[in-house]
């Protein structure tokens, strides 16, 4: 798993004390290994490591969403749910991240019956490897945070597809037909 490592260094003059903001990933490039906390479908806890999946000839469909069991993430979390049969006949695992602990991710996942792992990112590490942690616009003002995006990996590790700022609603859509672009 990768750690962090804060700068210990004053900025210097015209600096900026705040961070720099993860780049975001784009098709052709290798997605950074992680494992991570997960619930399975069935309850269970567990831990999930990408390169571990990919080792098996999968291909992964990675979503980052802001919290569990508010309004636009558990619409995307139950588009995903009524797609899933889709996802999985075309060779794709599905993986939800979030910041929330196992066991708010345990309660959403038994709440709106979701079937496929939830992972837990509580650190925001891999949000930042993947370029889902960030500015984003929020009514209309500027905030730093999680960033509604997914990643489709090939099996090779590279990122085959990278969606940053998605809406919740209607997106698994928009998605499956990205995908059937990609298959042609």
């Known amino acids: 798993m990768t750690e962090n490592h804060a700068n210990d260094q004053s900025p210097q003059p015209g600096q900026s004390s705040q961070p720099a903001l993860p780049p975001r990933l784009t098709p052709g490039q290798p997605a950074p290994d992680f494992i991570l906390p997960a619930v399975n479908p069935d309850g269970g806890e567990t831990s999930v490591t990408l390169s571990r999946l990919l080792a098996q000839g999968k291909r992964v469909?990675?979503?980052?969403?802001?919290?569990?069991?508010?309004?636009?993430?558990?619409?995307?979390?139950?588009?995903?749910?009524?797609?899933?049969a889709r996802l999985t006949a075309l060779g794709f695992t599905v993986l939800g991240v979030s910041k929330d602990p196992i066991d708010k991710l345990q309660r959403f996942r038994e709440r709106d019956h979701l079937s496929f792992p939830l992972l837990s990112d509580a650190?925001?590490?891999?949000?930042?490897?993947?370029?889902?942690?960030?500015?984003?616009?929020?009514?209309?003002?500027?905030?730093?945070?999680?960033?509604?995006?997914?990643?489709?990996?090939?099996?090779?590790?590279?990122?085959?597809l990278a969606r940053y700022n998605v809406r919740a609603k209607g997106h698994v859509d928009s998605l499956l037909k990205a995908?059937?672009?990609?298959?042609?």
């Open 123 to 160: 650190d925001l590490t891999v949000h930042r490897l993947y370029g889902a942690y960030g500015e984003k616009k929020l009514y209309g003002k500027v905030h730093v945070g999680v960033i509604r995006s997914t990643l489709v990996i090939n099996p090779d590790g590279s990122v085959a």
């Open 179 to 184: 995908l059937d672009k990609l298959e042609t």
């Open 61 to 84: 469909v990675l979503y980052f969403y802001p919290a569990a069991m508010t309004p636009g993430c558990t619409t995307e979390a139950c588009d995903f749910r009524d797609n899933i």
